[in-house]
Nanobody
Framework: QVQLVESGGGLVQAGGSLRLSCAAS????????MGWYRQAPGKQRELVAT???????NYADSVKGRFTISRDNAKKTVYLQMNSLKPEDTAVYYC????????????????WGQGTQVTVSS
C-alpha cells in the first residue's frame, strides 16, 4: 500500500511559477512510475508529466518547455516545477504512483493523491 500527500498548490498570476510536491510512503517496488495529472472543471483528467524509476520524463505537449518533473527516490517524493503559468493551467493537480510488481507475476497498482488546486489568474 502506498499513501500520497501533495502540497504546493495555490493562486498565482499568469506568467508566475509554482512548485508542487508529492511525498509517498509505503512499499515501492523496484519498478515504479511517479507522475502528475490534472483535471479542470468540466473536463476529463489528463496526464501532465510522468517520470519512471531510472527513466526519462514524459510531458504533455501543452506543458513542454514550461513544466519540469523530477523525483527524489530517497525521499520517495516527486516534484512538478511549473513556470510561465497560463490561465488554462488552472485545475486540480493529482499525484499518481504506479507500482509494478514483477514477481511472482507482473501486476501494476495505481495510487492517487487527494489533489491540490492550482489557480492561474489572467
Amino acid at each position: 500500500q502506498v499513501q500520497l500527500v501533495e502540497s504546493g498548490g495555490g493562486l498565482v498570476q499568469a506568467g508566475g511559477s509554482l512548485r508542487l510536491s508529492c511525498a509517498a510512503s509505503g512499499k515501492f517496488f523496484s519498478i515504479n512510475v511517479m507522475g502528475w495529472y490534472r483535471q479542470a472543471p468540466g473536463k476529463q483528467r489528463e496526464l501532465v508529466a510522468t517520470i519512471p524509476s531510472g527513466g526519462s520524463a514524459n510531458y504533455a505537449d501543452s506543458v513542454k518547455g514550461r513544466f519540469t518533473i523530477s523525483r527524489d527516490n530517497a525521499k520517495k517524493t516527486v516534484y512538478l516545477q511549473m513556470n510561465s503559468l497560463k490561465p488554462e493551467d488552472t485545475a486540480v493537480y493529482y499525484c499518481k504512483v504506479t507500482n509494478i510488481r514483477t514477481w511472482p507475476d507482473q501486476k501494476a497498482y495505481d495510487y492517487w493523491g487527494q489533489g491540490t488546486q492550482v489557480t492561474v489568474s489572467s
